[in-house]
């Protein structure tokens, strides 16, 4: 069962008769922009679903307007839905008490913001541990837990700092620690890395992507940018006024895209950062004695071994059992077909 469940969700923002009305449009197929002329209401999210399984990063990616802020909201419930549900290791967290609601959002979920959303005048280490606090964890053990993170993120030697005396990128870090401090088994990521640098951005998301391999978390990650989403998402759900577009794993939304409007967001990525190996092998040859490379493996860091052998590449799967095989006449080819802008 996937860990957290959104099942036919409606957010429409407005009061009284004008929401009666706008909920009944939105429902019988009105678009956004009908919904707002007729009754001045906005559609935030219409007929939303999508399931998140434990332990991935699942995407949603969209435009400015798109929804994708409404949505992620939803999970902890600083949004409720016009109509909907919301499902979290099976329980409704529409239906959560005062104290239910609290204790999740102090200790099930964390949230990681766009602006960092740092307290000024407390220290980095402060700003970790603040969490661990609102817990009632004892100082020292506090200390402990936060100093462990502060380590992780590379902010050793900055934990008596104040966020004024860090950069963008250092105080998204102290941001990413201060989530992961309490341990949450979901992590909720709103647009956290589009404030920063470029360079600053693809180190963030690469210590994004190593910390998740260790960690396991469960991870809800809003972007607006669509490379970002191919690079970090195990699923990818494209969202576009209010209604899902697509969802589907990074190689199904490139090669596959199900509407006009992803059709013309993928036309410009380079694909073979994102298709892998196991899209373009063939069966395994029993003679074959060239390097190894994971079955998920994207094409272009599969061209270097494939230039320094003439044999095959052998791919192999988790266990390390040889499921295939790439030529480089193969690769080549792949390339030819997703390396390049298209």
Known sequence: MALIEVRNVYKIFGTGRALDTALDMAQTGAEKNDVLVE??????LKDVSLSVERGEIFVVM????SGKSTLIRHINRLIDPTTGQILVDGRDVLE????????????????????FALFPHLTVIENVGYGLEVQGVEPAERRRRAMRWIEDVGLIGYENAYPAQLSGGMQQRVGLSRALCTDPEILLMDEP????????????????????????KTIVFITHDLDEALKLGDD???LKDGVIDQIGGPE???LNPATEYVRE???DVKRGRVVTA?????????DANGPTVSYDTVLQDMLPKCIDSDAPLRVVDEAGAVVGAVSRRTLLRGLADHGVKK
């Open 252 to 254: 199904e939304i490139l």
């Open 265 to 267: 967001f993928v036309r």
């Open 62 to 65: 969209g435009l400015s307007g």
């Open 278 to 286: 196991a899209s373009i092998m063939t069966p395994p040859k029993g």
């Open 193 to 216: 890395f589009s404030a920063l640098d470029p360079l600053i951005r693809k180190q963030m998301q690469e210590h994004l992507i190593a910390l998740q391999r260790d960690l396991k």
């Open 236 to 238: 990818v759900a494209i």
């Open 96 to 115: 959560f008490s005062t104290e239910e609601l609290l204790a999740f959002r102090r200790g099930a979920v964390s949230m990681v913001f766009q602006r």
């Open 39 to 44: 009754t001045g209401c906005t559609l935030g």
